[in-house]
């Protein structure tokens, strides 16, 4: 049986899944889920990737947003603002609060994220094994313009600046879905990650696997963030094992988001090929662009990385099940080089 691991964000890694499980259902999926972008609210602990990962897979997902609930009801939501109690930018809807709630008490109980998440999925039953990447706290922060000077944080320069040119940390949540990275970032910080360990299981499967796949997930505030967490890129560079990566840019825009931002925040072009560069060929050994970024195959192997150009947009599941075997087919023949 292959053995395949997955390092998923939330909608473009949920969708690329679904068309995996379609393309090797014979396969065994390990699934290593970011919880960078986790967030307490209402006294909650929220996972979005985790449960985006695991309503998609299981059947409950809102399909026109990528995510939430399908069949959502907003009565807390609702009463909440009654109260005054926000914040209002993050809809939380009824069905989707009983999953927090289950994984805050829980958590509270004293399980682990990595057992609570287990536990969830028992319900859902995604047809894979769905690990967070870490049971550490990590919140991915943003560090963007303060327009009114209210911050606390140094100036660029590193010097107080007075009101103008300050700068202030943000919870990725609010600049992506509050500000809608409508100003530049300026920095990208999995905060806690340099102190996170792998959660139990994760290193053992990416020992264990026969490929490894990085989907069309955010390579930034996704992808890498759980490579930001000590030991894992390492083991998935050390692993001996063919690594394929989908570009999530198409056309030099990203396909639904705004990876874009966060991009321009570590320094890399939106550019099918320069997000391969920035990978890197020491971690990655194949990569699948689009094809009307065809002409960047040579740039990419000009790099060391084998690529190919296949059509990438994931249209419905059919088409993602074609697009995951191409990466499937293009890690055989790197394993067979």
Request: charged residues 20%; proline residues 6%.
């Amino acid at each position: 049986m292959r053995r395949i691991l997955v390092l998923s964000g939330g909608i473009g890694g949920a969708r690329f899944l679904r068309g995996l499980l379609r393309a090797a259902p014979e396969a065994e999926v390990t699934v290593i889920g970011n919880t960078g972008d986790d967030i307490h609210l209402f006294g909650l602990k929220v996972c979005p990737d985790l449960d985006t990962v695991m309503y998609t897979l299981g059947g409950g997902i809102h399909e026109e947003q990528g995510w939430g609930r399908a069949d959502e009801t907003f009565a807390v939501k609702e009463e909440l603002a009654a109260y005054g109690v926000g914040p209002e930018w993050f809809g939380l809807g009824d069905r989707d609060f009983a999953t927090h709630i289950v994984r805050t008490q829980m958590l509270a109980a004293g399980y682990p994220l990595s057992a609570v998440t287990e536990a969830l999925c028992q319900r859902w039953q995604p047809g894979v094994r769905l690990l967070p990447m870490t049971d550490d706290r990590v919140e991915t922060h943003v560090l963007i313009d303060d327009p009114d000077g209210s911050g606390n944080d140094a100036g660029a320069d590193g010097s107080d600046g007075g009101a103008e040119g300050r700068r202030r940390a943000v919870h990725f949540q609010e600049y992506w879905v509050r500000l809608r990275a409508a100003m530049p970032a300026h920095a990208v910080v999995p905060v806690g990650a340099d102190q996170a360990k792998p959660a139990p299981g994760v290193l053992e499967a990416i020992a264990e696997a026969d490929v490894v796949v990085f989907p069309p997930s955010n390579p930034v505030v996704s992808v890498g963030t759980i490579l930001a967490v000590p030991g894992i890129r390492e083991a998935i560079a050390d692993a001996g094992v063919p690594v394929v990566g989908v570009s999530p840019i198409i056309g030099n825009a990203p396909v639904r988001g705004m990876a874009d931002k966060v991009l321009a925040a570590v320094g890399v072009e939106a550019t099918a090929a320069a997000v391969a560069r920035h990978y890197g060929p020491g971690l990655l050994d194949a990569w699948l662009v689009d094809t009307v970024d065809a002409d960047s195959v040579a740039e990419v192997e000009a790099a060391g990385i084998r690529c190919r150009a296949v059509p990438l947009l994931m249209t419905d599941t059919e088409a993602t099940a074609e697009m995951a075997r191409a990466a499937l087919t293009i890690a055989t023949e790197v394993k067979a080089a």
